[in-house]
């Protein structure tokens, strides 16, 4: 709401962390009462108003090695181009980047319920631009900041606006319009660790997804044998991670979660594919 972001811009002027963190992140040797820290405050309210939806899960292994090695080239060339205001890109701007592709065939993902307190005055709400909020881990904790018109926006502009977002986000002073008008949430909780995640869909938005941890994993796979020719099943190692989407069940059915998951992950599948549909 308008209040929580009034309230972390002027936690963030303080530009140290508040007395409430200070209380919050230490270790009590007794028990004691401490009050919510702002960004809790925050996260209670918006939580809050999420038990109001119905959430549909589903959850999908995607195969990433491709992917790895896109990533890899992109960072060669980023080593010997300097123009770039970062030396490497991570995963995520290529994350945010072919969700917003997929997103393309499936704008009821990027919708939201107007009125939903009744089936007969509620609406949806198509919107025309991709902003994808992403769930930050900052000091403060949890902030969910969005990316404004991925859908126009190359890999490399989505890395820097990341890396604004991520400075910001340690000085608590992500401005006001950053955390406005999201549209659609990813969630790479696997840079902490973890496979399985069961995010929350927040009421502006209808669908939520969360990256677990990339981890290389035995995997049946037909490989040609050196020798004979002949096709085999061997097991292969492969750079895996499980997506866990979330969405609004009132308004959005399993299909077509699982038909955008399939889009997606061909996409980051097979990285040719993305490229073809960058414009
Ligand atoms: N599994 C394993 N490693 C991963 C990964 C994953 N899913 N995603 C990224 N990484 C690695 C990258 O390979 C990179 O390391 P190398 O450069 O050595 O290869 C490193 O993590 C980059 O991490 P980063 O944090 O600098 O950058 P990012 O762009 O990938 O992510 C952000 C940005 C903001 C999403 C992330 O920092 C973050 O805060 N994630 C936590 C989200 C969260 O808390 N979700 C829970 C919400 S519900 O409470």
Not at 49 to 66: C, T
Not at 184 to 189: D, E, K, M, V, Y
Request: with cysteine; aromatic share 8%.
């Amino acid at each position: 709401t308008k209040e929580d972001v009034l309230n972390y811009v002027a936690m963030g002027k303080k530009a140290q962390p508040s007395s409430e963190e200070e209380i919050v992140n230490t270790t009590y040797p007794k028990d004691k009462l401490v009050p919510l820290s702002m960004i809790q405050k925050s996260m209670f309210k918006t939580m809050t108003r999420s038990l109001k939806i119905p959430h549909l899960g589903y959850s999908d292994e995607y195969v990433l090695d491709n992917v790895i090695a896109f990533r890899n080239s992109i960072n060669d060339y980023i080593a010997k181009n300097n123009h770039f205001s970062f030396n490497k890109i991570s995963f995520m701007p290529i994350f945010i980047k072919s969700f917003s592709i997929a997103l393309k065939q499936f704008p009821i993902l990027n919708a939201c319920v107007i009125d939903g307190d009744d089936a007969n005055t509620a609406k949806l709400k198509f919107r025309g631009s991709h902003n994808i909020s992403i769930a930050m881990d900052t000091p403060g904790g949890l902030v969910v900041p969005n990316i404004k018109n991925i859908q126009a926006k190359s890999i490399f502009e989505i890395a820097s606006d990341i890396q604004r977002l991520q400075e910001a986000g340690k000085k608590n002073t992500i401005s006001p319009n950053d955390f406005q008008e999201g549209t659609i949430t990813l969630s790479n909780i696997g840079i902490i660790g973890g496979s399985f995640l069961s995010p929350v869909v927040v009421s502006s938005e209808v669908c939520i997804a969360a990256i677990g941890k990339i981890q290389k994993v035995p995997r049946f796979e037909n490989v040609k044998d050196e020798v004979t020719g002949q096709v085999v099943e061997k097991i292969v190692g492969k750079h895996i991670t499980t997506v866990s989407f979330c969405a609004d069940h009132r308004v959005i059915d399993g299909a077509t979660v699982a038909r955008f998951s399939e889009k997606w992950k061909n996409l980051l599948e097979n990285p040719v594919l993305l490229s073809a549909e960058l414009r």
